[in-house]
């Protein structure tokens, strides 16, 4: 055995240039595909941690109507114990509530923050889900009424290593009780939350007049074997008896319940008002980019393996006539392929565990890949994969090499044919995968660039938390105006793009009626000249005067084009609609402007007038109430005017913390997934390349040294440099073309599937197909040119005394 190895590392040892330039590209190919396999392992296992997975589900509502459907993921806290009490399949359940202001804000001594991720929860979800305990006690952790549970990382970033269990913290100015701190969830959850709190509403949580309403999550917990239980099964019964009420006054609405497997929701799930989710078309373009990566690497090896034929062929043809078979030199070879591939395998694992743990690769994509070398199964996985590699690498050579005649020269080589064909479909790859990035890159140019039918830039949303701040608006106005510059001001209680409620409208048109799905939020004064937004027909809202009144029971509102478009009318001024039993009067048509991103169409929308009036709120509710400010920054000071926002702000409101975002860069967060697939896609296009011009590299020298004899002949004969480089560059030059002919459709009709994923997309720029075949082209230029240079400046008479 240890003579067997010998024998392989001098074979290795050999010819150096060879050897490192086949285990440099294979083993670049098998980092590429094992960090892809990780991305993907990561999407398909989202949420498969936890032992009762195949039985939980959550509960999606179906509005439909006879023009239109919406399924929403969110429900009512009164649905889980309703669900609980009426069906015998349900074994549990567990609403997540959405704190009122989304962002909670903690205090502990004089430390302040705001945070996201934290839900109000019933204590029944360590019965559902899995939890790994830090510290405290699960079975009363969430019994009692202001009690909260946190994650590792939030107890250590305000309490540091002490144990946080018994201590309190404000929230939203609450005093809570620390019962358990948890381990951060896993990252392939599609619900992730840093801290629940007790849910103490059982008087609003038992009120089933209250069900309908959706204000959180609900998740349930079959019985064993009701797993693969109907839907309409489950829920036939339950929707006769508590449903038929609501549909019968929803205004042409009709309520429907669907259960959605827990492992579906990240991937496959179409519902609204959701979690972020991820996509499948990424799922089929990172596989298609593994499977590519290592195509590529393969073919590497094959083809410098079979090109290194000719100066093996003395050893061959010695071992042939001292008896050795087909088989046995077959047997030789695969085994060689097989320490090759192995020895692959571990410089890519090796180069993984690199790219992991130092490049920031995780916080490029936005997810925390992991290499488990404490799993058995992995290890399973390496050894079937490097039998894999080897066996796909290594078995087109042993076949070559065992079946080569004793009597071929030692300086001519078959399987020329061949080793193009693997090349061409090397160039067709990387050309392919170029042309998609760039494709992809204008995409996503597109959509920054595009109008939204807004102004996105200098345009600051700063949240405002409780009625106190929100009735000191008019002050605060006035002190933002003694600012010695442009300044702008206008309120809202939600800004469109960054979230808006859904609302079903009922139209009438020559007696009939009609339902639309419309989206709606409020705006206060002055709120369209501040976003540059287009009034086409009527006025502008003035929210005193346009405000809803119960005692006519009307209101004035705006509505966009969008919504001219789904009704029978002509013209929408002066038209009435409803929503539930309120009247609304449309007294102006704004122009469509983008409120999602560009995967959706723009929707119906109705802008509400914002006049907040606290007079009849409880202190609950005023302490709850939220609003967005938007404030339009002097241009040529951008620094100066957002620092005295932040002062004037911080005078008014000294006991919280200053939270505001850019406009623009809230839009450029919708596309943070597009742009995360267009990075990575563009850097396995780029190691696409260099493992494509090292085998290139390798080829060429092969070619150069067989051809030597000639090189020397053509030069004595008066050849010139840039003739001979041709010669030699002339295949490739065919095949690149050829590649990039074949590239250009497959690419084609591979980022038609991709552009499907959006309601509005740039058209393809034809530019980028030939512009990918010359940078390939000048790059195998160069890689020959250098290669070749070498035997251009060699001695015409060594080359033809050694031939």
Not at 497 to 509: G, I, K, L, Q
Not at 771 to 777: E, N, P, Q, V, W
Request: net charge neutral.
């Amino acid at each position: 055995m240890k003579d067997l190895i010998k024998y392989y590392l001098r074979i290795l040892g050999k010819d150096k240039v060879y050897t490192a330039i086949n285990m440099t590209g294979l083993a670049l190919g098998v980092a590429c595909f094992t960090i892809l396999s990780l991305y993907l392992v990561h999407d398909l296992t989202y949420d498969k941690h936890h032992a009762n997975q195949s039985r939980i589900y959550r509960v999606n509502f179906e509005w439909s109507s006879s023009t239109s459907s919406t399924l929403s993921a969110t429900s009512s806290a009164a649905l889980g114990p309703l669900l609980s009490r009426t069906l015998s399949d349900v074994e549990s359940y567990v609403h997540f509530r959405k704190l009122p202001r989304e962002q909670a804000l903690i205090q502990l001594d004089r430390v302040s923050y705001y945070e996201d991720d934290i839900y109000v929860a019933d204590d029944n979800v360590f019965d559902i889900f899995d939890f790994e305990i830090v510290a405290g006690n699960r079975a009363d952790a969430l019994t009692n009424p202001n009690t909260i549970v946190v994650n590792r990382s939030f107890a250590k970033r305000y309490f540091g290593e002490h144990n946080p269990v018994g201590q309190t913290i404000m929230v939203d100015g609450i005093s809570h009780k620390i019962s358990l701190v948890f381990e951060d969830l896993k990252d392939n959850s599609h619900f992730k939350y840093q801290a629940l709190i007790a849910n103490a509403g059982n008087q609003i949580r038992d009120n089933n007049t209250l069900w309908s309403l959706g204000d959180g999550f609900t998740y349930v917990l079959l019985s064993k074997g009701n797993e693969s239980l109907g839907y309409h099964r489950i829920f036939e019964d339950f929707f006769e008896k508590h449903m038929t009420s609501i549909t019968r006054s929803s205004g042409g609405y009709y309520v429907k319940l669907f259960l959605e497997p827990l492992a579906d929701i990240h991937l496959y799930s179409t519902a609204e008002s959701d979690l972020p989710r991820g996509q499948f078309s990424y799922i089929y373009a990172f596989a298609t980019v593994a499977l590519f990566m290592l195509l590529v690497a393969c073919i590497n090896y094959i083809n410098l393996a079979t090109a290194q034929a000719a100066k093996r062929n003395k050893e061959i043809s010695i071992r042939k006539i001292l008896g050795a078979s087909r088989g046995q030199l077959m047997l030789k070879f695969m085994i060689e392929s097989m320490i090759f591939a192995f020895s692959a395998l571990i410089i890519g694992i090796l180069v993984v565990q690199l790219v992991l743990n130092f490049s920031g690769l995780e916080s490029l994509i936005g997810k925390e890949l992991e290499l488990d070398i404490t799993n058995p199964l992995t290890w399973v996985y390496f050894l079937l994969f490097g039998l894999g590699l080897g066996l796909v690498s290594g078995v087109y050579p042993a076949i070559y090499l065992s079946t080569m005649a004793v009597s071929q020269s030692s300086l001519k080589s078959s399987g020329g044919k061949f080793r193009q064909l693997l090349v061409l479909l090397q160039f067709t790859v990387s050309i392919s995968i170029i042309i998609v990035t760039l494709l992809m890159f204008s995409q996503v140019q597109y959509m920054s660039e595009k109008s939204l039918g807004f102004e996105k830039y200098n345009r600051i949303n700063i949240d405002l938390f409780g009625a106190d701040i929100i009735e000191k608006l008019p002050t605060l106005q006035n002190e933002i105006k003694k600012y010695p510059g442009d300044l702008q001001t206008a309120k809202a209680i939600r800004v469109p793009w960054y979230r808006s409620y859904n609302d079903a409208v009922e139209v009438s048109h020559n007696g009939q009626i009609y339902s639309i799905e419309v989206s709606d939020t409020n705006v206060g004064e002055n709120f369209l000249s501040l976003m540059g937004m287009t009034l086409l027909a009527g006025r502008d809202l003035e929210p005193q005067r346009d405000r809803f009144s119960s005692e006519n029971n009307t209101g004035n509102v705006l509505v966009n084009e969008a919504f001219l478009k789904a009704t029978p009318w002509n013209d929408a001024l002066g038209k009435s609609f409803k929503i539930g039993k309120r009247n609304y009067n449309i007294v102006g048509v704004v122009k469509d402007f983008h409120f999602q991103d560009f995967h959706h169409a723009i929707r119906p929308f109705v802008l509400h007038p914002y006049y907040p009036d606290f007079a009849d709120y409880s202190d609950e509710l005023r302490a709850n109430e939220r609003a967005q400010f938007l404030v339009k920054l002097d241009e040529d000071k951008l620094t100066d005017s957002y620092k005295f926002i932040e002062d004037t702000f911080t005078r008014f409101e000294p006991n919280r913390p200053f939270s505001a975002k850019f406009v623009d860069e809230t839009i450029n967060d919708l596309y943070v997934d597009d742009r995360r697939l267009m990075v990575l896609i563009g850097i396995f296009a780029c190691i696409s390349v260099v493992i494509s011009c090292l085998g290139l590299f390798g080829l060429t020298a092969f070619t150069t040294e067989r051809k030597a004899k000639e090189i020397s002949v053509r030069k004595i004969l008066g050849a010139t440099p840039g003739q001979l480089i041709f010669m030699l560059f002339k295949q490739t030059l065919i095949l690149v073309v050829i590649g990039a002919l074949v590239a250009s459709f497959a690419s084609y009709f591979g980022i038609q599937v991709w552009l499907r994923e959006f309601k509005y997309y740039s058209e393809l720029n034809f530019v980028v197909f030939p512009a990918s075949a010359i940078f390939t082209l000048v790059v195998a230029f160069v890689t020959v040119y250098f290669q070749a240079n070498k035997a251009l400046n060699a001695s015409p008479v060594e080359a033809i005394r050694n031939d």
